[in-house]
Every structure is written in C-alpha cells, then in structure tokens.
C-alpha cells in the first residue's frame, strides 16, 4: 500500500510538471506528496475522532486519499491513450482531472445506493422455504449514521424477510457510539428475528456497550453460541481465527479458534445449519460439523477499482456465492465504506436468500 502511494504521487507529480508546468517536478511532489502524507497520518490519529472539527480533517484526509488513487488512474489512462493518438498538454491534465472528479462523483453515489441481491440456496434438512435477509459491514461512525439505519431498514420492510442475519462490522470506531446512542432505533420497526456477531470494527467500537444497543432494539448478539429459528440451527461465532495456525492483522489473538469453539459447542449435525462470522474463514472446520449455509462479510468485494482487479490476491471468497465441496458460502459486500464513502466496481448491498429444502 506504501508502495503504490509512494509510486503513485511520484508518477502523478511526474506528469504534472510535464503538462502543467505552474510548478517544477520538486514543487508538484512537496505539494502532492505532503498532502497525502499528512492527511494519512491525520488518517490514523483520528481514527476515532473526538470533536466536530477533527471528524472534519478525519472526513478530508479519507477523501483525499481516494482523490490521489483516481488521479494516479487517469493519469495512466491519459498516458495509455497519448500512445495511440497526439494529446496536448492542456487536454492531458485537464482530462486526468475530469475523470477523476467524475469517478468520484460516481462513486459517492454509488455507495449511497442500497442494491438487492437475491439468491436461491437448496440445503439439506429443511422442510419449509425462508426468505433470509443477509447483512453486513454498515460501519456506523464518521460517514454514516441513523439515516442510513432507516434506508436499510426501510429496504427490508419491502423485502418482507422470515429472519435476518447480521455479520459484524456494524459500527465503525467510537467515533459516534457515545453521543448518537439512539442511532440503532429504526431496527425497533422490524418484527422478525434479528441475529448479529461482531466483527474487528466493533471491537473498536466497544463490544459492552454495543451489546446494549442491540438488547434495546431488540437484535439477538450471538457470541459462540448456537441459537434457533424454526427448523435451522444458527452457529453465531465471534470474530476469530479459523486454527491455531492462521495469521490475520484483523483479528485478535486469543485462545479461542473457529475449530477450538467448533469443537465445544453441541451442534446437531442432523439439523439445517447456518453459521455466522465476520470474515469469510474457517470453511474447513465448518464443512467438518455439516454445516449447510455460512454467512460472512468483512472483505467489502474490495470496495475500489483497481484494487478489485486484484481480489483473490485480498481475500480467497471475496463476494458473492461459493461452493467449499458441499457448504454453501455467501461473502457480502456490505453495506457501509472503508475509508470514504466512495464505491468503484463495487456495490452496497442486502442480500436476500430464498432457502430451500433440498431433496
């Protein structure tokens, strides 16, 4: 990441000073490369920020590091395209500024939009159809708030779910939890089961007291747990590593392990199974104890073009569905933003699952 920041205010700054030359290659770097080296240690340090003001620099240095990613795009672009046809200076620059603004206007809206993804799941064991409702990631905090809690809930009063199952990531950082402490109330006009395990987010968060959230509202927090709803047998598990041999700078070390708690808690192998954790891992352990359906976000599909390119390299089940022999594998893209609230190749999403019984 370093890397490609690095490279990136340097080739920018490059061409800058080639077809805009108000500044020399030093002064278009100092410009570029102090900016975004600020504004990304501001980034760190307001990870949490306390006051109005500081959400604002919080909110500006989030922005701007997307800004520089799209505008060391189109610079390439504008370069690639300078191969085959004669550009002017003045369309070179001008050009790599237009797209850039316009990827993210696109991209901003894009991430406000809330899309439907609905698929069809047979398993075993289950007898009677449910239409779930799978969520993740809405990441509460600096960029998104109660509005966004009555746009998803809204959503879901149309879709008309039986149940809804949420995979973690629900606030973003302390940021809002103490002062906005009725910001899951809209969750109180839904009538049907609502499940959640948490994921690395809300441990920054604090889990106590969104534990307390979510009993007012009404949300079921599972934590390692098994729960029921009609015929399926739910696996609620905290957000952990899959084995004693796996390594994830997301994830707390500690004695508990998918496998480990797999092992302690009674599952009934004969029963349609669902099991829930934040990041899409374990599949081994879980295809191990017969489970049918696993639900899982964290990865947002990568959120950003030209990152998305490069998901396997991120994550082995980026999004959508998958297959591990017979578990079914479902990774959101989420709801909520990392960083800014900006969206290319990507999308926000509630995925609706119609689960049925398999023969």
Not at 39 to 65: D, G, H, M, R, T
Not at 202 to 208: I, M, T, V
Not at 312 to 324: Q, R, V
Request: charged fraction near 20%; aromatic fraction near 12%; include cysteine.
């Amino acid at each position: 990441m370093f890397g490609l920041m690095g490279g990136g205010v340097y080739y920018v700054s490059n061409r800058f000073a080639l077809f805009l030359p108000l500044m020399s290659f030093g002064g278009w770097l100092s410009c570029f490369g102090g900016l975004t080296i600020v504004l990304f240690v501001l980034l760190q340090i307001l990870f949490e920020p306390p006051n109005l003001f500081l959400k604002s620099i919080y909110k500006i240095s989030a922005y701007w590091l997307i800004i520089m990613l799209y505008l060391f795009v189109s610079v390439l672009l504008i370069d690639f395209i300078g191969l085959f046809i004669w550009l002017s200076s003045t369309t070179r620059w001008l050009s790599s500024l237009v797209i850039t603004i316009l990827c993210m206007i696109y991209g901003v809206i894009n991430a406000r939009k809330l899309k439907i993804k609905e698929i069809t799941i047979q398993i075993e064991n289950l007898e009677k159809a449910i239409k779930i409702v799978h969520i993740s990631d809405i990441h509460l905090g600096s960029f998104w708030g109660k509005d966004r809690v009555e746009q998803i809930v809204t959503k879901i009063q149309e879709i008309n779910p039986d149940v809804i199952f949420n995979t973690g990531d629900l606030y973003d950082n302390k940021a809002f939890i103490d002062e906005d402490t009725d910001i899951l109330e809209p969750f109180q006009n839904l009538s049907v089961p609502h499940f959640f395990v948490y994921g690395n987010h809300d441990e920054y968060a604090g889990l106590e007291k969104i534990a307390k959230r979510l009993e007012k509202v009404g949300i079921k927090f599972l934590k390692n747990e098994i729960a029921f709803f009609n015929e399926i047998q739910i696996i609620g598990l905290n957000d952990m590593l899959k084995d004693e041999n796996a390594i994830d700078l997301h994830t707390k070390l500690s004695a508990d392990t998918i496998k480990s708690v797999l092992e302690k808690i009674e599952i009934d192998e004969n029963k349609a199974t669902i099991a829930l954790h934040h990041r899409p891992d374990g599949c081994e352990h879980l295809k191990a104890k017969k489970v049918n359906l696993f639900l899982a976000g964290h990865t947002h599909g990568v959120q950003l073009f030209p990152f998305t390119l490069f998901s396997k390299a991120f994550f082995t089940y980026n999004k959508g569905l998958y297959k591990y022999k017979d578990l079914n594998i479902f990774v959101s893209q989420g709801i909520g933003t990392i960083f800014a609230p900006v969206r290319l190749g990507t999308r926000s999403e509630i995925a609706v699952i119609n689960l049925g019984g398999g023969s």
